[in-house]
């Protein structure tokens, strides 16, 4: 049986930060690279007596480092960050790195690869006009250095040990690896972030689809509810007067007796309709022992199939546990009995346990068993595996009702022919402290 994830868990494991505030929290990341290359590069020359200008690259790295505080101070702050503001981010890094290239060698300078990188940012993370507004930007900048710089005469060539040591071709080669693997390492987790947003629209879009057809279910239940409460009356009042017409035929009686309890438990289905509905956990229902509970669930439905053996096993602790009682998880457990009825008339097994966090149920039929494209089916909407005997309501509405307590629920074959239903409820949601 497929594992529903419920609103709540599929909140917690997908984030719903913004996405461009992740790329803003990745830029931080890449800058911060391109700052400490920088630097090494820098020091570097410096080491081989290459002489630079260290007024114009002492601005432009500190201008990239106070944008990165400021970018840090950003993120620490606020939490909604738009496309514009990422776009003014990255034209600071084109600044940055002009002044820098303006100062050290123009079009020349070995590095002029990292204007790539600010741009494969862009064609990532934002839309497309501003990825081409910044792409212009970019390719007007490395333009104008190939005409207007500041040339570094001993940059081309330098002499180490005896070899001949070409800085220019160095750096070109230096530079294709550092930018091949931050494409690899930013790029590639931007598109997963972008990814992994699209797999949480997906999924909420498919809740919200789920939520619709509960809402339609329930429009249904209200009108059925109201259509069918005067022929109930009716059969109520025939049946009382039959009960008293075959007071003196006991076998008669005690099936008018049974009929009678059929009527009034589709009464109170009906009223528990209307006076559950929008109501509150605390209102819906009243604390009782778990214990209670289970009891009263079982005593239910053997009320209703009277026909059935049911052989419970109730494992609980030495403490009990108090807990809300929720008239739909009644419903749901219920609906999982009747299953195991239909199944197996004469006889079904429940066994159940539980400590503080977690109520384990085990309901086994001795019926026929499931297929695998019957167990692929089941818990959709108006699918049954009985027939004609059924709406296929019945799982799917107990799937639902779980998903709400974040429980799991999953069918399998047993080898003693039958299936084995078994349902994982955490208490966190029910228990009363």
């Known amino acids: 049986m497929p594992k529903h994830i419920s609103p709540v868990t599929l909140q917690s494991h997908f984030s719903l930060e913004n996405p461009t505030r992740r790329n803003l ?42 944008l990165n505080f400021m970018t ?12 514009k503001e990422l776009l003014l981010q990255l034209l600071g890094d084109l600044v940055a790195l002009t002044l820098l290239f303006y100062f050290t060698g123009g079009y020349s300078n070995p590095l002029v690869w990292m204007y ?18 910044l792409t212009a930007i970019a390719v007007a ?19 180490l040990a005896g070899k001949s040591l070409d800085i220019h071709l160095v750096g070109m080669w230096l530079g294709f690896v550092v930018s091949a693997s931050i494409v690899a390492f930013f790029v590639t987790r931007i598109g997963q972030s972008l990814r992994d947003y699209d797999h949480m629209t997906a999924s909420i879009r498919e809740k919200l689809l789920e939520s619709e057809r509960v809402l339609a279910l329930g429009t249904l239940a209200a009108s059925a509810a109201h259509e069918l409460g005067t022929p109930l009356a009716t059969m109520a009042v025939v049946s ?37 509905a929008g109501q509150s956990r605390a209102d819906a229902g009243q604390g009782v022992l778990l214990h209670g509970f289970l009891q009263e669930v079982i005593q239910r439905w ?22 809300f009682v929720d008239r739909t998880l009644i419903q749901a457990l219920q609906n999982l009995l009747d299953n195991a009825a239909d199944a197996s008339p004469a006889l079904i097994q429940l066994n159940a346990k539980w400590d503080d966090k977690i109520l384990r149920i085990e309901i086994k039929d001795f019926g026929t068993g499931i297929t695998d494209e019957v167990k692929q089916q089941l818990g959709k ?24 307590f974040n429980g799991e629920l999953s069918l399998s074959n047993h080898n003693e022919g039958g299936v084995i239903t078994e349902v994982t409820l955490p208490l966190e949601n029910l228990r009363i402290d």
Request: charged share 15%.
């Open 25 to 66: 929290q990745r830029l931080f990341l890449l800058r911060s690279v391109m700052v400490a290359f920088m630097l090494a590069a820098t020091l570097t020359l410096f080491y081989l007596n290459i002489p630079l200008p260290k007024i114009p690259i002492g601005l432009a790295v500190g201008g990239m480092l106070l």
């Open 72 to 83: 840090l101070l950003r993120l620490r702050k606020f939490s909604n960050v738009t496309d």
């Open 116 to 133: 790539l990188l600010p741009l494969t940012v862009a064609a990532v993370a934002l839309k497309r006009e501003y990825a081409w507004l």
């Open 141 to 159: 900048c490395y333009s104008v250095l190939v005409f207007y710089y500041v040339p570094l005469s001993h940059l081309h060539m330098h002499y």
């Open 240 to 276: 009382k007067e039959l009960a008293l017409d075959l007071s003196q035929q006991p076998e008669q009686l005690q099936q008018i007796e049974m009929l009678r309890k059929q009527i009034a438990r589709c009464k109170e289905i009906l009223s528990s309709i209307a006076h559950n």
């Open 302 to 323: 053997q009320d209703t199939r009277p026909a059935t053996e049911l052989v419970c096993t109730l494992q609980k602790p030495a403490t009990d546990i108090m807990i």
């Open 381 to 404: 909407p108006f699918f049954t595996s009985k027939d004609e005997k059924g709406m296929g309501l019945g799982l799917y509405l107990t799937q639902i009702i779980l998903n709400r």
